[in-house]
């Protein structure tokens, strides 16, 4: 029975969900090889959008009114530099000495005020050398945005666009220090996230209690299977039963039943939960690869050997199946109607290459028996598709079980023009699965320990 939960306080609460949030940070950064820090951007009708941008308008107005003034004020505009000022010092490494030197000098705005007192402030000399100083620190990807500040020669718009470009370098410094962090972190991250959520377990006993129930599942499967494979004589309870279930197959196999999940009906185990989108986004990516498997399938085997070398077709088929399957996670999606018409755009790339290589096209038969077999793949029943899928599970299970050595499993028959794809898909997905295992390790090892005593 699960451990019933204690009373905890909202310190405790505060405290523990910064420290989920930053693990999941941090394993953001080390699974995503692409994580990059992005600007927030407010929906478009929304109220804080609406806020922010009377409060900008507000405070830019009366900026451009001061310099208009005779003669102007520039309490704004120095307010305005200072933090210019601040920004291009932050941008600085301990070596950048004579740019520290040239910064404070030229935006001394103690010295700025006193001309601008005596009438003496040269504005638009200090903004030139702001945007030339940008220029030098800035990533080579802003050149341009640099580039067009020259062209902008009214103060006003002008501060604006200094800003926003220094918001741009900000972003590169922080994605720098990501990625320069990336290494070191790759180290600390496992035992990191492992600390965090022994924390977490501590407060909650019962945080396992889906992990417990996925891995006894997974390893139910699994004596069921090799209770099927025996002869019936050692199913009867006969000396020389199936051996002992391996720890590690159980943990793959149950890795292998996230890409079957129900997503909407059933949560997921704690310990997967950080990648719950991820092994959803693979899942998704492995039902249109089916589809697209099963309709290459059927094609070549209705077109013959005719089709089968001549290169290029299999990609314009993979393409027009991946067109036509966007949006397949969706509700609205209806699959037997994008089937159909799979089926006319195949069969019409069909005969047109026949045509084009000299061979005969289909006739009218043969067109809607090809018809007929790719709107039959949107049945859950389809001999061909549980073929196919039953192989792609088979191949992912071998990837996983071969995941430390050198050599990789070889495609199962009937998946070559898909094999690019999927073997992207399974290099990603083992990469994950390594990841979590490698985290939780003494997790499941505690879980399994027990499950397999009673096994």
């Known amino acids: 029975a699960a451990s019933p939960p204690r009373p905890v306080s909202i310190e405790e609460l505060i405290e523990t969900a910064k420290g989920v949030t930053n693990m999941a940070l941090a394993h953001e950064i080390v699974v995503n090889g692409d994580f990059q820090i992005k600007p927030a951007e407010l929906p478009e009708h929304s109220l804080e959008k609406k806020v922010r941008d009377i409060v900008h308008k507000a405070f830019w107005d009366c900026l451009e009114a001061q310099l208009k003034e005779d003669p102007p004020t520039y309490d704004h505009a120095i307010k305005l530099l200072g933090e210019i000022k601040e920004n291009l010092l932050s941008f600085l490494l301990p070596g950048h000495t004579r740019l520290r030197s040239q910064i404070t000098e030229v935006l001394d705005l103690d010295l700025i005020k006193q001309e601008a007192e005596n009438g003496a402030l040269d504005i638009s000399k200090l903004v030139g050398f702001v945007i030339g100083m940008m220029g030098t620190l800035c990533a080579p990807a802003r050149d341009e945005e640099i580039k067009k500040l020259k062209d902008i020669h009214e ?17 590169d410094m922080a994605n720098f220090a990501v990625s320069s962090i990336r290494p070191k972190l790759m180290q600390q991250s496992a035992e990191y996230e492992r600390r965090k959520f022994q924390e977490f377990l501590e407060k909650q006993p019962n945080s396992l209690d889906l992990v417990t129930r996925w891995l006894q599942e997974a390893a139910d499967d699994l004596a069921k299977l090799r209770g099927e494979m025996l002869p019936s004589h050692c199913r009867d309870g006969a000396t020389g039963g199936a051996p002992a279930l391996c720890p590690t197959a159980v943990q793959n196999q149950a890795y292998l039943k996230l890409l079957k999940w129900d997503h909407v009906n059933r949560p ?19 039902e249109q690869l089916l589809v697209t498997g099963t309709v290459l399938l059927v094609t070549f085997s209705a077109a013959g050997p005719a089709l089968v070398d001549m290169p290029g077709f299999a990609e314009k088929i993979k393409t027009i199946v991946k067109v036509l399957l966007t949006g397949m996670h969706l ?30 096209p289909f006739s009218a038969e043969r067109e809607t028996v090809l018809k007929g077999q790719i709107q039959a793949v949107a049945n859950p029943d389809n001999t061909i598709c549980k073929l196919i899928d039953s192989r792609i599970q088979k191949f992912l299970e071998n990837y996983l079980a071969s995941s430390h050595q050198k050599s990789l499993p070889a495609i199962p028959g009937g998946l070559g023009p898909i094999q690019r794809e ?3 898909i399974a290099v990603k997905y083992v990469r994950l699965v390594n990841y979590n295992k490698m985290v939780f390790s003494p997790y499941y090892d505690a879980v399994l320990g027990k499950i397999l005593i009673k096994e």
């Open 155 to 171: 103060i006003v718009p002008l501060f604006r666009a200094i800003f926003s470009v220094l918001d741009l370098m900000k972003m």
């Open 331 to 360: 509700p609205s999606f209806n699959l037997k109607e994008s089937l159909a018409t799979i089926g006319e755009k195949v069969c019409a790339e069909v005969n047109s290459c026949l045509s084009q290589h000299g061979f005969t």
């Open 268 to 286: 997921f185990p704690e310990v997967v939960l950080m990648d719950q989108i991820r092994f959803q986004e693979i899942q998704l990516e492995l």
């Open 422 to 424: 999927l073997e992207e």
